[in-house]
């Protein structure tokens, strides 16, 4: 049974970090994209960053850039999400999401939610002002 399961979100005030996880199980993350997002009541769920397990070639978001980075633990089957410097406008429940034959490149515009196939329950962040 496929299942990624995150954890690592909280509470934090502005300036701070947090370093999300995703765990896979049931199959392994050689071969997929994964993607984190983030989504806050109202709005649409957005691509925060994604990384191609097959090469390890990464996409961020223009206003995580420079604060965010994700990475990989092959060993683990895991993949983490590292945030710092957070803003208020970094809160939201963040989701990680697996999918293959996902096309990335550092200058895509954007990553569709619609592309992945499998997601995670989700965990909060939110960053106080």
């Known amino acids: 049974q496929v299942q990624l399961v995150e954890s690592g979100g909280g509470l934090v005030s502005t300036g701070g970090s947090l370093r999300l996880s995703c765990a896979a199980s049931?199959?392994?993350?050689?071969?997929?994209?994964i993607g984190w997002f983030r989504q806050v009541p109202g709005k649409e769920r957005e691509a925060v960053s994604c990384?191609?397990?097959?090469?390890?070639?990464?996409y961020y978001k223009d206003t995580v850039k420079g604060r965010f980075t994700i990475y990989r633990d092959s060993a683990k089957n895991t993949v983490y999400l590292q945030m710092f410097s957070l803003k208020p406008e970094d809160t939201a429940i963040y989701y990680c999401?697996?999918?293959?034959?996902?096309?990335?490149?550092?200058?895509?515009?954007?990553?569709?939610?619609?592309?992945?196939?499998?997601w995670g329950q989700g965990t909060q962040v939110t960053v106080s002002s």
């Open positions: 999401a697996a999918g293959y034959d996902i096309v990335i490149v550092p200058t895509r515009a954007a990553v569709e939610p619609l592309e992945f196939d499998y």
């Open positions: 049931g199959f392994t993350l050689d071969r997929v994209t």
């Open positions: 990384i191609d397990m097959t090469d390890g070639t990464t």
